[in-house]
């Protein structure tokens, strides 16, 4: 329920017209106040609300690594781009500093910073010795999930209005920065499709909501937290505000096994691991059957096999910008992709490139402004090598396709 009456006239004038919800659940007073990520009035209302109020804690709508990029922007200079790539990690690593571009574009534009409300609130609990929750999912869980919910073809219209949205150089409209104050960062990122995508905009949205329901209540139940008289205020995205506060009031899942459920990226599908094996089998299959016909045949299957998935993978580092010897890993790593589980050619390729030209403290630096113009992708060291692995993967897939219809077309 909203504040009474008596209290909102007592609120200092920073707070005046603030979306602010009272939630009580398990003896526990939520006072959650949605904000806008580009709006300095939201950054003055947490900390006039601090002010105002007594709380026994301060939760804020970030998860570890965002809180931790918050308190030290510079952290990710610090990044192994061989452990990244080892990892798989490397798709991830991309999209997340696509999201950082898009941020940034709109704090030159409107002079906040996005999260800067965020801040504020880390900010106050710390300077007045409160617990502080992180009760937001990890950007990389949800953008796994976000990414798994979509169809094979949704998936290219997601890159494309990702990509849309960085290198898009006409100004935002002051319009779509006020739709940007009452809603979510990703939700924005993604806006046209997680409108349109029921999956998409509950892996974005609504499961966010529920597990951040979720996270208070875990939070509140450690023994730690009880006081006599517990309040706590939350600190979330306007376009959290109404589900949050539902779900809040109405949950009724064990909390930890809703976070349990929620943290974790949905299993990947099996069918296209199958079909893309099998399609490889028919190839080799194909192969071997021209090398029972007679050697002169098979030997020019398998050379057109070699061909064109290394010729493709190596076209992908080539229009990378990449350095020789990893245009020479590609092609050597992508015909033998089906004898070789783990690191892809694309990831082979990518660790060649780091190692012929390493990442240098300037690359690093100035990585986040490289990236928001065409060029900076393949001027910027960390960015090329990104870029080569994600060319790299994609020839090597379109080679081997393009491989097995040629096969198929001279032998049939």
Known sequence: MSAPETEVTALPAALHGQPIERVQRDGVEYVVLGTAHVSRSSMEAVEALLDHEHFDAVAVELCDSRAQSMRDPEAFKQMDLFKVIRQGKAGMVAASLVLSTFQKR??????????????????????????????????????????????????????????ASVFEREEIEQGEIEKLKQGDLLESAFSEFASSSKPLYDSLIGERDAFMAARLREEAARPATTTEHRRVLVVIGAGHLKGLCTLLREQQDDPAAKVAELAVPPPKARWPKWVAAGLVLLVFAAIAWAFHRNASLGTQALLAWVLFTGGFAALGALVAGAHPFSITAAFIAAPIKPFR?????????????????????VDFDTLRDDIVHWSGWWKNRVARTLLNFFLVSVGTIVGEYSAGIHIFKSLF
Do not use: N, Y
């Open 106 to 163: 709109l704090a030159d534009q409107s002079g906040i910073q996005p999260g800067a409300e965020m801040k504020a609130a880390m900010d106050g609990a710390e300077r007045r010795g409160l617990p502080l929750w992180l009760i937001d999912r990890e950007v990389g869980t949800t953008l796994k999930r976000a990414w798994r919910s979509v169809g094979f073809w949704q998936r290219f219209g997601l890159l494309g209005g990702l990509l």
């Open 341 to 361: 589980p783990g690191i892809p050619a694309g990831g082979i390729s990518a660790m060649a490139e780091a190692w012929a030209r390493r990442p240098r403290v």
